[in-house]
């Protein structure tokens, strides 16, 4: 499901406002998104792969910035699901397919740093930061927010 079909507000939807001058187009995006509406978004690789959706977007509460979108890969029904932090630094927003893409191959992202829904990373941890963001080939200057 994309973020147009999961859209209770109806801010995606393009409303013209006519006035007495040319009509405007009005609302966010996909410069300024709802998190809520990414969720469950899916996730694609460079050769049109898809590699999961996103199940989270966590926050860093200490700067205000996006830090990681949590991408689910693998599974059936839910089980055998791996969870995997991706720096949102490293997503890019396909607004012409309405999903978004992360440059790695599938043999990568099975490889990468994950974990399951029981047992999550310290996303604070500034060891375990600086990993990901090398994993994903993200910079990371130390206060969780990507240069």
Same mark, same amino acid.
């Given at each position: 499901?994309?973020?147009?079909?999961?859209?209770?507000?109806?801010?995606?939807?393009?409303?013209?406002?006519?006035?007495?001058?040319?009509?405007?187009?009005?609302?966010?995006?996909?410069?300024?998104?709802?998190?809520?509406?990414?969720?469950?978004?899916?996730?694609?690789?460079?050769?049109?792969?898809?590699? #999961?959706?996103? !199940?989270?977007?966590?926050? @860093? $509460?200490?700067?205000?910035?996006?830090?990681?979108?949590?991408? *689910?890969?693998? /599974?059936?029904?839910?089980?055998?699901?791996?969870?995997?932090?991706?720096?949102?630094?490293?997503?890019?927003?396909?607004?012409?397919?309405?999903?978004?893409?992360?440059?790695?191959?599938?043999?990568?992202?099975?490889?990468?740093? #994950?974990?399951? !829904?029981?047992?999550?990373? @310290? $996303?604070?941890?500034?060891?375990?930061?600086?990993?990901?963001? *090398?994993?994903? /080939?993200?910079?990371?200057?130390?206060?969780?927010?990507?240069?």
């Amino acid at each position: 499901m994309n973020y147009e079909q999961r859209d209770p507000y109806g801010i995606y939807k393009n409303k013209a406002v006519f006035t007495s001058g040319p009509s405007t187009v009005h609302g966010p995006g996909p410069q300024v998104m709802g998190a809520n509406t990414l969720i469950g978004n899916n996730v694609y690789n460079s050769k049109a792969e898809s590699i #999961g959706d996103i !199940k989270e977007i966590m926050l @860093d $509460m200490r700067s205000g910035h996006v830090s990681y979108a949590v991408l *689910s890969f693998g /599974g059936f029904l839910g089980m055998g699901e791996k969870l995997f932090a991706v720096p949102w630094a490293a997503l890019k927003l396909d607004t012409e397919n309405k999903r978004f893409t992360l440059d790695v191959d599938r043999a990568k992202l099975e490889a990468a740093p #994950g974990f399951d !829904k029981n047992h999550w990373p @310290d $996303m604070a941890d500034s060891a375990w930061e600086q990993g990901i963001h *090398s994993y994903y /080939g993200t910079r990371y200057n130390g206060d969780n927010r990507p240069n």
